[in-house]
T-cell receptor, first 111, second 113 residues
Framework: DAKTTQPPSMDCAEGRAANLPCNHS???????VYWYRQIHSQGPQYIIH?????ETNEMASLIITEDRKSSTLILPHATLRDTAVYYC????????????WGLGTSLAVNP | NAGVTQTPKFQVLKTGQSMTLQCAQD?????MSWYRQDPGMGLRLIHY???????DQGEVPNGYNVSRSTTEDFPLRLLSAAPSQTSVYFC????????????FGSGTRLTVV
């Protein structure tokens, strides 16, 4: 299974864009990049996923590099409620849908 | 839509006791799974199921049993609780095909003394 590398922590000012990087240099062609977040020990929440094209939904944007070895999750206007641990996961639907979780990035949004 | 419901939210057990953590979903998801989360570690997969009557082990299955008699329910049984099983347990579900994200329950905080 492809592994991911994320910075352990980041800060962001409220109202500014939060850009969370993820390295997944061993990703395979049929593996997707998923992002989840976990707010204060609640259950993880799905944010967005992508294969090779950039994706956007109501929560965030996902930018995947052309070689697919890294990606960036963008929260365009971070609020205090976005303070959470953000997990980048490489997902292979053929591997019995298992998700391999790392330690994620702890994002602190400051007023 | 309630999503994924876990009960109880908190539980304290004595070493050697058994108990069942309940998980129910109302989204008709075929795939269900149990994770545990410990401080300083990522979520670790305990058991999972791709449909009623089918279960399989994850990374840390020892000391836990599961069954899947219906699509909706996926209980996790601790056979003889040990302090090492003190953790936060999360249940998650998803469709078995396609690429939709998992839906997680709010968790059960278990302390074994």
């Amino acid at each position: 299974d492809a592994k991911t590398t994320q910075p352990p922590s980041m800060d962001c000012a409220e109202g500014r864009a939060a850009n969370l990087p993820c390295n997944h240099s061993t990703i395979s062609g049929n593996e997707y990049v998923y992002w989840y977040r976990q707010i204060h020990s609640q259950g993880p929440q799905y944010i967005i996923h992508g294969l090779k094209n950039n994706e956007t939904n109501e929560m965030a944007s996902l930018i995947i590099t052309e070689d697919r070895k890294s990606s960036t999750l963008i929260l365009p206007h971070a609020t205090l409620r976005d303070t959470a641990v953000y997990y980048c996961i490489v997902f292979n639907a053929g591997n019995n849908r298992k998700l391999i979780w790392g330690l994620g990035t702890s994002l602190a949004v400051n007023p | 839509n309630a999503g994924v419901t876990q009960t109880p939210k908190f539980q304290v057990l004595k070493t050697g006791q058994s108990m069942t953590l309940q998980c129910a979903q109302d989204m008709n998801h075929e795939y269900m799974s149990w994770y545990r989360q410990d401080p300083g570690m990522g979520l670790r997969l305990i058991h999972y199921s791709v449909g009623a009557g089918i279960t399989d082990q994850g990374e840390v299955p020892n000391g836990y049993n599961v069954s899947r008699s219906t699509t909706e329910d996926f209980p996790l049984r601790l056979l003889s609780a040990a302090p090492s099983q003190t953790s936060v347990y999360f249940c998650a579900s998803s469709p078995v095909t396609g690429f939709g994200g998992y839906t997680f329950g709010s968790g059960t905080r278990l302390t074994v003394v």
